[in-house]
Each structure stands twice: as C-alpha cells, then as structure tokens.
C-alpha cells in the first residue's frame, strides 16, 4: 500500500457567523482524508480573511470571490490544486457554482437543496455528464449507520410488504418572527435565496429523501397542506402531506418550523406485514425493531454490535455505547465521497447522495407547492430517472 | 354528612370473552361508588349465568335479554333498582338499548361509538331531553388526569395561540387478517355490527375526541385519506387526514390498525405561539410543556405534584410516583358520573363526554368517509351544536 | 360453578387524611371480589364516622377501636361477619392488632412492614400456625405482573448464573424537614410509631424484597451506611449496602428519601452470565432484557404480549398497550388473597407475600442498622426460615 | 489576527486494530487545530507502516520506536519538529514514555490511566514541573459540554448543598472470559500491562473522576467490594463502593464490566438540598433538573439553547438538535489544549484533565484495591494535592 495523499478541498461560503460552513469542515477533517487548502469565505473582505486564518490557510489561496478562485486554483500546478469544490452558500448560488466548478473539473460537494427548482436541478445534469467529476449532495441524514441498517432491513424483508410510513420533521426556532429570532432565518426565509419554497425546501426535503432512501421506492402521490403560519413571512414555514409510494404504500410527511420547542425531531417509521421500525434523528444510534408476535428489539449503533447489517457497521468509528452523532453522519458522506475521488469514478459516489437525490427533491417540492395551491386532492410527483 | 349509598348498576353485554365489559366493572368498581345489581351479559345463557355468577349477582337479576332487563328492572323498588345501565354490546345495539333504557328512566354509560352514524347518534337526543336522565359515553382517554392538564395549559394560555396539532393513535392489532388474528377482530370489521368505517370508528373517533377536548376548539375542515389495507376485510383499517381547526391552527390525525407491533400508542401534540404540549397514552402520568426559549419540564400525574391544574390533581388518586392507568382513567369517568347522578342532574355529567361529544364522534366519521372517496381536497365537518 | 360471594373485609386505619388505606380499599375493590362491612378507620370519632358513611358503611358497623371492632364482629352471624381485616394503621400497631385478629380467627391482610422489628414479627408466627388463617403483606411491588416476569426470567435460565444485582430506591419527599413537608412525614420518622428505622423501614424493605424475590436467592450478608441526612431527624432516611447472596452474586441497594425530585423511583437490575434485565416501577409495564450477544428487547405487559410467562400474563387485566399501575399490582395481592380465602387455605396464600417475606425483611432491617453502626465490614442477615 | 498554524502532533500506539489511537485522530482532527506528522504506531514493522501510510505520513517520520521518534523528532528544526506527543499504548508505557517526551520538552497527551499505580504517577510530577511543557490525560467524559453544565450547576447553588451523590459505569463486554470476547481483553486484563487493578482503572476512573468534577469536592473515604466475577481472570472485572466526600455527602460508585448487555452506561446523579440532576453518557446532550417543588427540566446541549452556562455552550459545535457524541467530547479536550499550547502555558491546561487528575485516579484505584481487601469498613484516599 502506497502512502495515502489527503485530498485538497476548497469552500465557498462559511465565513464567520455562518453555520453549515463549519460543520463541513468537521466534517471533511473527521477521518483524515482533505486537507482544505483555500476558500471564498465571506464577500466581506475581512471576515474572508479571518475565516482562512483561522483555518490555517495560506493567504494567497483565501480569495476574494468564486470566480476567482475557479481561475487561479486552475493555473496551479495539478499536484497543489483543489480538486473537490465544497459550496455552502445560500441556496441560490448552488446551481451557478456548481456548474462553473464542474466545467472547470472540479469535483462538487454541495449543501442541499441543489438548486432552487426542478428545472435549475436538471440544468446540473449535462455538466456533470460532460466532465468527468463527482456530484455529491449533503443530504446528511443519509449518512447515519442506523439509517443504512433501517434501508437494509427494508431490503431483507424485516418487514415485509412495506404498507405504511410515517416521516415527520418539527422544528420551533421559526415560531417567532424572523426581527427576534435567529439571523439565519433571514435568507432562508427570502424566495430569492432560498428558492420556492421555506420549510419544504429547507427541512421537507430531508424528509422525504430519507424516506425514498430507507423504503427504497419512490413516492408517487401526495396531498399537500403548506401554511405560512408566522404573518409577514413570504414563505411557507410549515407543512404536511399524505402521501402514496410506487409499491402501495401509504403515509403521511411532516415537515414544520414553527412547533415551538422543538429542535430537529426528525423521525420516521415504516410497518409491513411482518414488522415495523422506527429511527430518531436526535437518539441516532438506535433503530427499533417490531417483528410481529415477538417482543421489540433495538439494533444499537457500534463496532461490534448484534445485528447490524456491514452498510451500518461500517459507518461506525467507535465500538457500541460510545455515541456518535451529526458531525459523524456528514463525515460518513465526505469519506465515502473520498473513497470514490481516489478511485477516479465519475457522477455518483457510492454512498452518497448525488444530482438524482437533487433532483428528487426539487420534483417533491415542486409538487408540494402545486399541490397546496390545488383544489384537487391528489398531486403526481414526476418520475424523475 | 349522610352515608353514600352506593349506585345501582346493570350491564348489557360484557360476557365471558368480551373485553371492555370487564374493563367498566373495574372501573365502576375502583372507586367504590357503584353496586353491580343486574346484567344481559350474553345471549348465550350459559355464559350469561357464569358470568352473574362470578360477579356475585342474584341469580334471579341475571336476565336472558336487554329488553328482559328493563322490563323486570322496571319493575322493582325503586331502592332496590338498577339507577345506571352500562351498554357494552357491539356498536350496532348501542342506539336501540340507550333509548329504550331512557325512556325507561335510567341513566346510560355507553361504550363508544354512541351510534353506528351520525343521524343515529341525532336520533338519541330527543330521548335524552324527554326523560330526565344522564347520557355518558366512555371516551376513556378523557379521564387521564394529565389530558385534563393539557387541557387547561392551553384554556389558560400556556401555549398562546395554537397553531398545530398531530394527534395519532398506530395499533398493530389487524396487521394479519381477522383469520390469523384476533377474534375481537371479526365484530369489529363487519359493517353490519360496527357501522361505515372500522378503524375510525373504533380508534380514529379517540384521537379526534381528544384532539378538540384539549384543544377547546373544533375541527372544522379535513382532507382524508382511508385504505383497506388487508386483503377482504370488509372496512378501513387505516386513515390519515390533513385537519383545520375553527380558529385557524392547522395539522395531521392519524389513525391505524396495521402498524404492526404497535400497542395503543395514542399520541398527541399541540404548538403555540408561546409553547408546545406532548402526551401519550402509554406513558399517561406525563405532559412534556415546551414554553418557547426554556428549557423543557415536565408535569407529573399524582396528589402533590409541582405545576399541576385543580382538573387533574383532582383525578389522582395515589400520590407522584404510583403510576395510574387507563383502569383509573375511566373509572375517573365513572366517578365523575356518580357525582351527577348524586346531585340529580340531567342530561350530561360534568367532566363526562355525553352525548354532544358522540354526535361529534359520528360527524367526523361521516366526514372522513366522505372525503376520503372525494377528489376535493378539503371536506367540511358540519357543526354539530 | 356457583354464584361467587363477595369476601367480606374490615379495616382498621385509613381515615380522612391517610393515604395507603385508600389505595387498599381502591385495590380490594378492583376485582369485584371483596365487599367492605366494617371499620374502625380512626380514632377520631367525626373522622371515623365521615369515613364509614363516606364508604357507605352501615354505621352499627363502624367502630370506635379496632378492638370493639374485633368484638363485636364476632358476635355476628358467620355468613354477615368480616372475614379479612385489613390492617393500615401506622407500624406500631400492626403486631397487636395482626395478633388479636388472627386469634379471634380472622384472616389479617397487613400493610408492610409486619412489625417494628424481627422479635416481634417473628411472635407473630405461632398466632399464625395456631389459628388455621391466613396471613398477607402487602409488599405492594410484588404485585406487578413484570416483576412475575422478571422472576421467572431468573427461574428459566434466561440469565444464567446470577452474578450481580442492582436495586435502587431513591425517593425526594423528605428532602426538605418534617416542619415544611408532607404531614405523612410526622409519624414515619417517629420511631415509637414506626420502629428503628426510618428509611430502610419504609422503602428499603421493598428494594430488598422485590431483590431476593425476582431472584429467588437469600442475600446473606451487607455492608451498610445509614445517614440521617435531614439535621434534627431522629431516623435514618437514607443508606445503601453492599451486599452478596447464598449463590455468590454481589451487588448494591440504595434506599434514600432525600434524592431531591425523585417519586418512587426503584428499579432492579440483574446480570448473569448469559444476559441481564431491568425493571422500574414508574413505568412498570416493561422489562428490558439483554440477552449475550443480541439486541436487546423488550416484553411488555398485557394480555396476548408475546413472550410473558404465564404468571404475569394472569397478573394483567387488559390487552397491550393499556397501562396498569400501582393499584392493579396492589388488586392482584388482594385477588390473589381472595383465591386462597376462598380455598380455604392457611398460612400463606400463593402469590402474595406473607409471614416469612415479613420476617425476612426485618431481619433485613435489623442487618442494615447492626451493620451501619459497625467498623467492620461485613455483616451477616440471619437465616430466617 | 496573524495565520493560525496548526499545532504539529506524534503518536505511541495506535497501530491497525488498536481502538483508542484512531479515537485520538479523529478527535485531534476535529476541530482543525492539529496536523499529524509523525508516528511509532506498532512494533509491528508492517503494521507500523500501514498505518503511517493511510495516515498519509511521511515515511521517514514513521518511527520504529517511541524513542527513536523522540530523538529524531529532537533533530528536526523547531518549525517542524512534533510539539505534542499524544501516548495510546497499553497503561505500563504511559509513564516511561511522558517522562522522557517531557524531558525532551514535548508537551504530553497521554490516554488515561496516567500510571500503573500512585507512586508512579507521583513521580510524573517533578518531570512536569521542571520542563515547561503541558500535561494533558483523556478523560474523555470530562470533554461533554453537559458534564461542564451540571458542574456548572452545582457550583452556582441549583443544588443546594450536596447531599448524595451515585455514579455507575456498568459494561457488559467481559462478562465472557478472554478466549471468546473481545481482543481488547487481553491486554487489559493483564496486570503486566495494565497495573493492580482491571475494571476499577479501565471505567472506575473515569467515574470517580466524574463524580469529583461534578462535585468540585473530594471524595475522602470509601468501602469497597471488588470481583473478579470470571474465573481466571487475573484482574478484578467489577466492583463497587460506599463513598463519603470531603463537604459531607455520601454515596455509591460502581463500575462493573460483567453486566452482560450494556454498553458504556456512565451515569451521574446529585442531589442536594434544593435539587438534583442526573447526566448519563449514552445520552450525552441532555441534564436532567429536578428542582425541589417544580416540575422537573431538561437542559440541552447546543449553540443557542436556554439555561446553559457558558462553559457548556462553548463546548457545543451545533445548534440544538444535532446531537454531538464521544468523539466531540474527546475533541473539546484537543482543542482546550490546543489553546493552551499556542497561549505557551505549562503544567496543566485550562479545561483538560492533568497530572493532578491522573494522580487522583491513582489514589482512588490504591484505595479500592486496599479496602476491599480489608475487612474495616472505611478506608481513607490520601489527600494528593
């Protein structure tokens, strides 16, 4: 085995005061394969600076804007350069960095949503087909062990017939208006930056990307109830669905912002005729498990723990009883999208969600948003692949 | 202070086999208001004679029919004669044996549902106002203390202004078929003996009673969703509904009875602008109050306890830390019954859902079925005072 | 089968004001098995009477003492006389009155503990083996349908060979001094009323029960460290011991009643070389079991539960998912107690605690307060059967 | 502000297969503040340089032995030499290699235990005092941010005076014997390599050390019962003890690595006059608040959340509702030393445990392993400050 080169990352976005920024980084060092090597931090000249300093970067690599560092990271030598783009901005920058970055070739790492709409999503697609580049998409809640184990007992018939499903995703920090909460509500809660849609764009599409993860089947219908329950706001901060999958199954997706005191209750549960199981984002190790007729069990999270299918043990770091959390999850996807980047695959990393997850969740927040507007009760999502 | 007699109670129903008769004996019995004087417990005479016998009855008030019972009832001193009847039959006798009782004079406690459909339901309120006597009907989660708490945090502004509510009650009970499962399966999915919907009628009534009870508010708009998900059985098993309230909060019920390995896990939550509320029937003697930038606490069932309302101190017996149940909730209902019977009112029994609260029942019944074969989204539930 | 007559009981205690009467008249009555005919509830004469008419008492049988009481019943015809007395009086007086009660040939059902100390409880047993009655104790917790489970876990080898074992029972209602907390505090840390100890008396005893119960193993020696936390109590009110048992396990119990906040949190744990469990009282519808090697699951009680043993599947009243509490496991030692009155049996009544769990717990009483004031380490509980 | 530069670490231990060498890495590299560049990682030569090369090291600092590091490390220039020497071998090397890394004037950070026993971490001190450089030990429980909160807690009076105080640590991993578990086992089961005591140093440390930080006060006698519960063990594999602490309070320490089925079950519970709180490491991110005569509240761990001292909310990465684990934990001691470092202080760092720490733990194992072989039943902790 030949000495392990870090691979060198660049980050747009996550200047100071900024909060998915940082904890890509964490992320990205987590297990020791990027060495983050330059950054357009902030349009604000010295929080730009500031934020590389902290970061222990080298002056000359902490640049003013994007575009700038496109073109001088191209002119350095190929052994220096950045080679995986990693873009926190606010939402509307996604799809333009995105596409500079890959016609550049370089590979994406981008927060989610992907874009602002479907249509911007699947302007993405013929960059990444034309470059010879990854495509990886922070849908982090997919790089938790427990839900792998959740997706493989689906797939190994734990369950059953999958019949229903439950998601559901309340928050409380948007209950108050955005002039006395947090500042992070401000873009997010601006069309302009944030896309079409508030609380579906920002929180609905974890949960319905989890669900089509761990059911390994789409969603073909819903009947959407959006409401915009804060005055002034301009848009939605809250939601609900009934939902229809391709194979039968029926459930319901929730995904609110203004459930006062909550913090990010992420939860879903899925039941077939053999059993049902439950997972929580906020106690993420565990995964219980009803088997019809017998007593409940819970798979734990952990080296070495009974039960676990490789796809969740090989996601852990640390034998069982030591928790791992939300920093652990997104570290999963920066490792799997590692592991892809050394062995020179193009499109999608193993493991990691890519543009087809992107522009899933466009297709999903697009039918929200037309299905709240409806009279009609049942709303197709396209069939996206 | 006088002695306290004790009440003269009959049965219809609740013979060997059945389940929720023996539940209103315990209940009636816990806390030492009522005497069991008379039953019909089943057509089957064998079983109607064991079980008078193991109740301690006199052989001669153990009587072939309900019809029987009332006539020779009737008949009796009036110190010696039944006061209350306690209907416990299938849902279909539930109508004919109420009025028959109340125009007979006697007070009725009926199991839910109070009638197979709405206009049945109507049809008791003549007999009800014509005769003089009490009309109970054992919405048995009513009588948790700590739902009673819930209640009063949001009459008394706890919550401020509510807008969201998910109420949902998972069973697993029919994940099999009624052949494999069961044998309280097979009356409760037959039409004839349950009336149009199976699991609204008989769960989804329960989480909607107690959703507006706690609310204070009514429902006024849903958008339902009911399936049939076992193969041949006859009625729903399963439903979900987007809901509105009459003061503009909206949010989801959710009602099942194939979400297999699932108890009674009946559940509701409510968000204000000032706090949220959680409460779950399987862990009764707690409401989670999340007031809007605290730390959460936590309120306790039992005499003595921090924080609790006169409503629900009044309802517990033992003091913090002896766990009470859904035995106690409805005897909770019983006592509360007695207390109006003693004081010789009519009509409805403070702290006890009548008959107003089982017409509500059946409209929203009749709503869900309604939208639920609708192409339009939403369906109004028509006010029913 | 002949008509089942209701077993006829007195009381001596549980006036106005006392708690534990009432939740034994609460407990006798769930089942339907015992009718109340008499009392001597208090000495105070208006509470006395208030009580008895309260509990529809004819009052020719509400008496001024409990020794009127004894007299005077016996003067009645066999088929109206009390034939259990229950006995709720404070500690002191449970000997006498246990004495006086079984030699008049009543059957005694006593609240816990049997006496003040191990001479006096260990008097009790020749009045006991003389007078052809029988003799209950309500060490309420062994009442629980899944501490029945948990036993016999232990008795079936689900465990293995027991190494260690783990009972706590932190309570907080004394935290604060007797002058400005709960009047129940006064007479419980009186030692002429409720013997030497104080803590270990009142709830260490249960801890120690429900231990060598669930095990069905003696502890054999302790190492113990009393402490009258609360300045100017002339009683223990908090402790722990080191312990081992005949079969060599070794564990700890804890019993304090200044855990500030806590309720009655007592919960065991036991681990054998093949899988461990645990079981809390405040939510005593589940036991947890960690078998070597497997996830671990949960049994939880109700009718029809998969996995229960069939002594604690006879212990519960209801299907899943509808909890029972404290006054149901009290219900199933007076039931219990009812079965063996009925079979006109003596000494002991299967399933419910009696003279020998009495004894043992003083001599556990006894051990605790020898060993406390001792620098050696290691202190012997006698043998006591 | 100038360029951060990141602080330049080599490691002993941690070769493939070891546990807590790869838990360092990811811990150091958390946060951004280090750069590995040098390593001795096993005797083993190929495993030595495997993992050098997936480290992605320089070859030449690959090391065959800590001594070799050290002295070559020694010759490098200062500006690229190793400034912190982070030690993960079995416990016997822990202290020959701290002494002679300080004696060369690297600063330490050395996995817990710091010695085999008293007198060895004792003569840690005169190296550390005379060669300014830092002493860091990785009690990694002290790292959690709630740990800081309910420290925090109980030195701003939420408590009161502390009365009572119980720690446990049960683990389940050895409850089979060495030849069918874990490899981890053998080493640490072997007094050669692991010191006089097995489960009270490997987790009763760690407890003891919670409980005396939690407390801010000592633990001043104890009385212990240690195991060795497998047979042919040479080590003890559980125990546990009475405690008495400096300022009066009294309690219970277990630590037990034969409860079959637990995981890492750190638990910590305080209470005082005017309150308790309970912290349990599975479930890192919330303190349980239990104040007299409120209902009880639950602090939680993150950016932004209410109630928590600063102290803890320095030490959260996220807003609440990501839930942040063991290596987070372990990370906010690295970087608390990181500060130390760059801020050139020496002997302890602000926030990290150090020698004083390491010499306590000492103190506590000699006391354990001295009173449980007594038969007096308090034993004395030397006073080591």
Redesign the interface.
């Known amino acids: 085995?030949?000495?392990?080169?870090?691979i060198r990352i660049g980050m747009v976005g996550g200047g100071e005061g900024a909060?998915i920024g940082?904890?890509h980084?964490?992320a990205a060092?987590?297990?020791?394969q990027y060495e983050?090597v330059c950054g357009a931090f902030s349009r604000d000249a010295g929080n730009n600076q500031?934020t590389?300093?902290?970061?222990?970067?080298?002056?000359a690599r902490v640049y003013a804007s994007w575009e700038t560092l496109l073109e001088k990271e191209l002119k350095l030598p190929e052994q220096e350069r950045m080679e995986v783009l990693v873009i926190v901005t606010p939402n509307h920058l996604h799809v333009p960095i995105s596409i500079a970055a890959m016609e550049a070739g370089f590979h994406v790492f981008c927060e989610k949503p992907a874009a602002l709409n479907l249509a911007e999503a699947k302007s993405l697609k013929s960059h990444l087909d034309n470059n010879n580049v990854l495509y990886g998409l922070a849908h982090t809640y997919i790089g938790y062990p427990m839900v792998w184990q959740a997706r493989q007992m689906v797939l190994n018939g734990q369950?059953g017939n999958v019949?229903?499903v439950?998601v559901?995703y309340?928050?409380?920090?948007l209950?108050?208006s955005e002039e006395t909460s947090?500042k992070q509500a401000s873009w997010r809660t601006d069309p302009s930056q944030s896309g079409g849609s508030g609380c579906m764009g920002d929180i609905g599409t974890h949960a319905f990307g989890l669900l089509e993860f761990i059911l390994s089947q789409k969603v073909t219908h819903l009947?959407a109830?959006l409401?915009t329950?804060v005055e002034g706001r301009r848009l939605d901060d809250?939601g609900?669905?009934?939902i229809r999958t391709e194979k039968g199954a029926?459930?319901?997706l929730?995904a609110?912002q203004?459930?006062?005191?909550?913090?990010?209750?992420l939860k879903i549960?899925v039941?077939?005729?053999?059993?049902?199981l439950e997972w929580q984002?906020?106690?993420?190790n565990s995964v219980i498990?009803?088997?019809?007729?017998?007593?409940?069990?819970?798979?734990?999270a952990?080296g070495?723990?009974?039960?676990l299918y490789d796809e969740a043990a090989a996601r852990c770091?640390?034998?069982?009883?030591?928790?791992?959390?939300?920093?652990?999850a997104m570290a999963n996807l920066y490792t799997a999208f590692a592991k892809a980047v050394r062995a020179k695959q193009t499109g999608t990393a193993e493991g990691v969600p890519g543009l087809t997850s992107g522009i899933r969740g466009m297709a999903f927040i697009d039918a929200m948003l037309s299905s709240s507007k409806?009279?009609?009760?049942?709303q197709a999502i396209p069939d996206t692949e």
Chains 1, 2, 3, 4 share one sequence.
């Open positions: 085995m030949a000495r392990m080169e870090k909060f940082a904890v980084r964490h060092a987590l297990d020791g983050l500031r590389g300093d902290s970061l222990s970067l080298d002056a369950l019949r229903k439950y559901e309340p928050q409380g920090w209950t108050a947090n009947c109830d409401n329950v809250d609900a669905a009934l029926s459930g319901v929730i609110s203004v459930c006062a005191g909550e913090e990010n209750a549960r039941y077939g005729d053999k059993g049902g984002q906020m106690e993420p498990y009803r088997p019809l007729g017998e007593p409940y069990r819970v798979y734990r952990g070495g723990q009974p039960g770091r640390t034998p069982g009883g030591h928790p791992e959390g939300y920093l652990e409806s009279e009609t009760k049942w």
